[in-house]
DNA sequence: CTCTTTGTACGAGTTCAATCGTACTGTGTG
DNA sequence: CACACAGTACGATTGAACTCGTACAAAGAG
């Protein structure tokens, strides 16, 4: 069977092979931990949809730090958020040096919720 | 029960035609009006997300009053979260001389976000 | 009319999340 | 070593949302 594809004709957001040898992911739930109710919540965040969109239309199989999405806010509020994601299950978090990094979790994702990064990717911000 | 998977992938929730002269539904956003973070946001709770999985898995074309979902939870709680549903435009409202019963906007909700439904009625409620 | 039923309006208490300043930790560089 | 840098931890404030009691409104039955 052929990937899924939204209605609108837009391609299916797919996962990528992540390279062996990365640094320890941040604590994070399992696949099967992830629960519908949590990452909802996680996306109902004007900026946190932003930020996870983001990620799935520009990251180009690289992980990237909190300063690369341009957000302006405290990094204390960033800290709050990218949290917030890794612990509903939406991203996954490396230490790379004094750098951490986030990427989606794209297959655990889609095989958990099919259609939703789709969503996400089709997103259209609020306001201008 | 109505089988919700199908083979190509396409939304499972169909929507069915409304009979004509119907009382007039209350206050609600028009299609192009339902945001993705409000909709997000009205299905993060847990009880709402039960109203609505119930009504797309056992509503039969027929719309449902609040005591139908045999709810635990006094009468102004449940006014509260169907008023969140409504004003979210996850959910239709009409009123039937003194009750109020309410659908989902299958259709309008399958065109602005197609697949979130399927997730609502895969959904398994938690501790259990 | 009264009584019952279905649901709303309002307001209070409570809980929870968002925001962000400050202080701090850990890592890499010179 | 000292310093810069990325990000965390903690705590305070704020505001929103959940919960629910009480009072009230509208409709139908008798």
Redesign the interface.
Known sequence: ?TP?T??NGHPAIKALPEPPDLPPPLPEPAVEEI????V??A????LR?RIVRKLLLESEQFDHTCGWFGLDRPKSSLTHHFKALREAGITRQRQYGLERRSHVRVADLNAR????L???AD?TP?GR
Chains 1, 2 share one sequence.
């Open positions: 069977m899924r939204t209605e629960r519908l109710e949590t909802l919540a996306l109902s965040d004007p949809l919720f099919p259609g939703l789709d969503l996400v997103w609020p």
